[in-house]
């Protein structure tokens, strides 16, 4: 376990999305890296999920939600498209989303923007 997959209680709803109420701590490459990236407390996120996606894909699925907020402070951060979907990927992983469906979302996310 990390303090990523140990977060719990992290997120409220609101109109637009979601927004954090802990911080979510991702450690970057490899355990020990000292590579950090942390979404603060007060972040706000979506789930961008096409309208005829969503019923293969819920947005409120909470496997989704961390990995979603993690992406979207990273590309508010500035870093590119691809590197973002690649810790996508593996913070989906880390939540147990399997090998399909992590790929669907990582090329969604990689290549197309929602909204």
Do not use: C, Q
Request: charge should be positive; hydrophobic fraction near 50%.
């Amino acid at each position: 376990m990390s303090r990523y997959t140990d977060l719990h209680g992290w997120w409220v709803e609101t109109d637009t999305g979601f927004r954090t109420i802990k911080p979510i701590f991702w450690e970057v490459g490899r355990k020990g890296s000292r590579l950090w990236v942390i979404v603060p407390i007060g972040y706000d996120f979506d789930v961008s999920i096409p309208v005829w996606a969503r019923w293969l894909f819920d947005p409120r699925d909470p496997r989704y939600l961390k990995a979603a907020a993690l992406h979207d402070w990273l590309l508010d951060d500035e870093w590119e498209r691809v590197t973002a979907g690649g810790i996508f990927n593996r913070a989906l992983r880390a939540d147990g989303v399997g090998v399909l469906r992590r790929l669907a979302m990582t090329l969604a996310v990689v290549l197309f923007r929602f909204g």
